[in-house]
């Protein structure tokens, strides 16, 4: 086999081969023989064929214990799902013909570097009818017809995903057909879109990836509130408008979260500013790539979606911006009017509940840890009780997007003093969260509603909310450590608070 990534699955082409027969035979398509002649490794597989294919794959699956999924019955697509192959879990798609014969199914693919295929039984033999290999050899970018692009808008953004993940430049042609076609995305269904947008946000050089989209229109399309920033100006300390700040955080939002979870090369932590946080925060490596490596939603990573609310953290800025008589610029609770604002564009782009929660958090808390930052020393622990007491784990998230705002607001104008006190503050937050858990932000109950009830004739409702609350906060605090001083501290709370309303806060 020509491919070296390729002959681990040597067993599979023998086994369609065998179902097959070599009068009719399948091709390896697409994105597996993209990567192989990069010597990438192969992660999925697609093959193609002409007649249905649900009989085949539903025999392969079977032969090798495999789940079989028919995706379109009509137009012939099935998946198979190989758990535990090879130590994981492989995707296998089949599918009939997008045409005639095999060369009108590559002349219909999106881009001539996608329209390579090798024949399963045969595989030393290259087909190749668009020139996709030679031009994947000249890094060149080319849509394999002149209507590829109208055919499927939303191969414009998967073309500026590829370009940028590949470090190809795109044919000018085929650039021009992207912006004829970018008017087509509002007739792609939101769920296309938003999976699209996210394989973009995914990978690196998303502010590459938006200057593009914006060159040819697409933002208006998928996130027009973040198209939205554009000139609205901003004071010192910020260097930037909005839409560059935001640009700019993405960017050294990407560059933090590679340094920290250890993806970045030991050049790139020279940087003082870097380093800094880097020496401070390293001993969190390892609880940093755990916590990221949960996700809401298994088809979304966790690094994608606090991108997309790095994205939308100052989108309601152009709303709350207010100019003072001295020409101050001020855009007073932005961050809460912004977790509306990116809730709504959540739902428009189907995002899940958990992702609409984590995204409202994440962008009303993103000032939390700069206003932190403004008291002379570190937070104390009723602070930052009340910090993980709001946010949960997204605190950790809100922290990382804080210190990634700090750099992208001054730039290299930001003081080290200044920068070093908030990455100080956003340690004494980790420090915390995973090193003092259940003593600071979530410490055991010493009392219950019903022992209070009984023990003080408190009736259930806001104030019994209240009081346990206050209980809690002051164990945070070391203030109540016992049953007996758990007791104390509520017959003293009781007796300042007796005279309150329910509906007040204690």
């Not at 091709?27 to 999925?44: Q, T």
């Not at 500026?160 to 076609?181: C, H, K, S």
């Not at 298994?298 to 100019?323: I, N």
């Not at 000032?367 to 007491?389: N, Q, S, T, V």
Request: net charge negative.
């Amino acid at each position: 086999m020509p491919f070296q990534s390729l002959s681990a699955f040597t067993d599979l082409f023998t086994l369609l081969t065998s179902l097959t027969g070599e009068q009719e035979p399948c091709f390896l398509v697409g994105g597996a023989v993209r990567d192989a002649l990069l010597g990438k490794p192969v992660h999925d597989l697609d093959f193609v064929r002409a007649g249905n294919v649900m009989s085949l794959a539903r025999r392969f699956a079977d032969q090798l214990k495999g789940m079989f999924y028919p995706l379109d019955s009509e137009r012939g697509t099935a998946r198979v799902i190989l758990p535990g192959y090879h130590g994981d879990n492989l995707v296998i798609d089949f599918a009939t013909f997008r045409g005639e014969t095999l060369e009108q199914d590559l002349s219909n693919r999106d881009f001539t570097i996608n329209a390579i295929a090798l024949d399963a039984s045969s595989t030393d033999t290259v087909i190749d009818p668009l020139n996709g290999a030679q031009n994947l050899k000249d890094k060149l970018l080319r849509a394999c017809s002149e209507s590829s692009m109208r055919d499927d808008p939303l191969r414009v953004m998967r073309g500026v995903r590829m370009a940028l993940n590949f470090g190809l430049r795109i044919d000018p042609l085929t650039w021009q057909q992207m912006g004829e076609a970018a008017g087509g995305l509002n007739h792609v269904s939101a769920e296309r879109r938003r999976d699209e947008f996210f394989r973009i946000l995914e990978g690196g050089r998303v502010s590459t990836a938006l200057r593009l989209l914006d060159r040819i229109n697409v933002l208006d399309e998928v996130i027009p509130e973040v198209k939205a920033l554009q000139g609205v100006g901003q004071s010192a300390p910020h260097i930037y408008d909005v839409w560059g700040h935001t640009l700019a955080l993405v960017d050294a939002l990407e560059t933090l979260y590679d340094c920290l979870l250890g993806q970045r090369s030991d050049e790139d932590q020279l940087n003082l500013t870097l380093g800094y946080a880097v020496v401070q925060l390293g001993r969190f490596q390892t609880k940093l790539i755990d916590h990221f490596a949960k996700f809401l939603n298994p088809q979304r990573p966790a690094k994608a979606l606090l991108k997309f609310a790095a994205l939308y953290h100052d989108c309601a800025k152009p709303q709350a911006r207010s100019v003072e008589e001295d020409g101050k610029v001020h855009f007073y609770q932005h961050e809460q009017y912004g977790a509306k604002v990116a809730a709504d564009r959540g739902r428009k782009l189907a995002l899940s509940s958990d992702e609409i929660t984590y995204l409202g958090e994440v962008i009303s808390g993103h000032m939390r840890p700069h206003f932190m930052a403004k008291e002379d020393g570190l937070p104390g622990k009723r602070a930052i009780y009340r910090y993980f007491r709001d946010y949960g784990s997204t605190g950790v998230d809100i922290g990382m997007l804080a210190l990634a705002d700090r750099i992208a607001t001054e730039g290299a104008q930001l003081s080290q003093t200044r920068w070093q006190h908030e990455v100080d503050v956003v340690r004494a937050l980790f420090e915390n969260y995973w090193d003092e858990h259940d003593c600071v932000v979530q410490p055991a109950a010493l009392v219950n509603g019903q022992k209070l009830m009984a023990e003080f004739g408190v009736e259930a409702g806001p104030r019994l909310g209240r009081l346990l609350e206050a209980i809690r906060e002051a164990q945070a605090c070391g203030e109540v450590s016992t049953w007996d001083n758990a007791l104390d501290f509520a017959r003293n709370w009781l007796s300042k608070e007796g005279d309150r309303d329910d509906g007040k806060t204690g």
